[in-house]
Every structure is written in structure tokens, then in C-alpha cells.
């Protein structure tokens, strides 16, 4: 690849397509994972609300410990939700700006100083660093957060599945 950085129309095109595919990812991950959780939840329940006729079957033993994984994988999954909210509100945002259609005269560093001083810490730092890019011609800053975001949340996803995974086997088959 070569060190030249892509010219404004192209920066902005990528951006558009990182945006779209970082909310589609994000609405798909999301629905997902909360059906998931929200089933392991409700598989937990029915094995606690039959722990009587199922104890034979069962290791519990280790209920306590599988309940400890399912709490995790929860947190895993608020997490996720978390960083989803956060990328759709921002493409959203995105899809909006982009419909405003400013005027070439509008001062980016001007709107971003305005942003900055509606903002607390640790968002008016990020707003500087995104300053900071775009000052330098680097429209992606967003875009890329968006997909990077996207990218941890399926990594969460999987930590979810994981968790929940390792209970069930630890109720199910550890012996």
C-alpha cells in the first residue's frame, strides 16, 4: 500500500461504507446476543427451579461455579450492549450530519471547539484527538472507531458463548 493518503471524496466514500457496515454489525450482534444470554438465563432457571428432579442428572457441585460463568458472560453481553449503543448513536449521528449538508464556509475547527466545551472528560480528549486527525486531513477517525468497536463487540459475543458453554459442561458432563 502506498504512504499517499486518499483523497477527500475517497476518505469520505470509506467512511460511509465503515459506518454502514459497523451499524449493521452492530443491530445483528446485538439482537443476538441478547437472545442468547436471555436463553442461557432462562436455561439456568429452569435447572434451578427443577434442581430437585434433575439433581441426579446434574453436577451441583458446580452449580455455583456455573453460575459465576453465566454472571460473567451477563457482563460480557452489558459490555457489548454497551459499545453498540455507542456505535449506533454515532452512526446514526453520522447519518444525520450527512443530511445537514453544511456549507463549504462551516470551520471544522471552530464546530469541534464548540463540541469540546459542551463535553466532560474523557470525551472532550477524544474530541481533541479527532481534531488533532481531521486538522491533518484524516476524515476516518470516526468510521474507524465505529468498525473497531464493531470488531470488540463480536469479540464479546464469542467470550459470551464461551462462558456459557463452560457452565453448561461444568453442570452437564464435569464429573
Same mark, same amino acid.
Request: proline share 2%; hydrophobic share 55%; charged share 15%.
Given at each position: ?20 457496515? @459497523?451499524?449493521? %454489525?452492530? #443491530? /445483528? *450482534? ?11 438465563? &432462562?436455561? +439456568? =432457571? ?8 434433575l439433581g441426579p442428572y446434574l453436577q451441583i457441585g458446580h452449580l ?25 448513536? @454515532?452512526?446514526? %449521528?453520522? #447519518? /444525520? *450530519? ?11 475547527? &471552530?464546530? +469541534? =471547539? ?62
Amino acid at each position: 500500500m502506498n504512504d499517499q493518503k486518499p483523497n477527500r471524496e475517497t476518505q469520505i466514500f470509506a467512511g460511509r461504507v465503515l459506518n454502514a457496515m @459497523s451499524g449493521r %454489525v452492530t #443491530a /445483528e *450482534i446485538s439482537s443476538f446476543s441478547s437472545w442468547f444470554i436471555a436463553g442461557a438465563g &432462562a436455561l +439456568l =432457571a429452569v435447572v434451578l427451579s427443577g434442581i430437585g428432579t434433575l439433581g441426579p442428572y446434574l453436577q451441583i457441585g458446580h452449580l455455583s461455579g456455573s453460575i459465576k460463568l453465566f454472571l460473567a458472560a451477563a457482563a460480557c453481553n452489558v459490555l457489548q450492549r454497551w459499545l453498540g449503543a455507542m456505535v449506533a448513536g @454515532s452512526v446514526a %449521528v453520522g #447519518a /444525520e *450530519i450527512q443530511a445537514l449538508q453544511a456549507s463549504s464556509a462551516v470551520d471544522r475547527s &471552530a464546530a +469541534l =471547539a464548540i463540541l469540546k466545551a459542551s463535553t466532560f472528560r474523557p470525551i472532550r480528549w477524544w474530541l481533541e484527538r479527532v481534531q488533532r486527525k481531521t486538522e491533518a486531513d484524516d476524515l476516518l477517525v470516526g468510521p474507524r472507531l465505529n468498525a473497531r468497536l464493531s470488531q470488540i463487540q463480536s469479540w464479546l459475543v464469542l467470550g459470551q458463548f464461551f462462558l456459557l458453554g463452560w457452565a453448561a459442561w461444568r453442570l452437564l458432563l464435569w464429573t
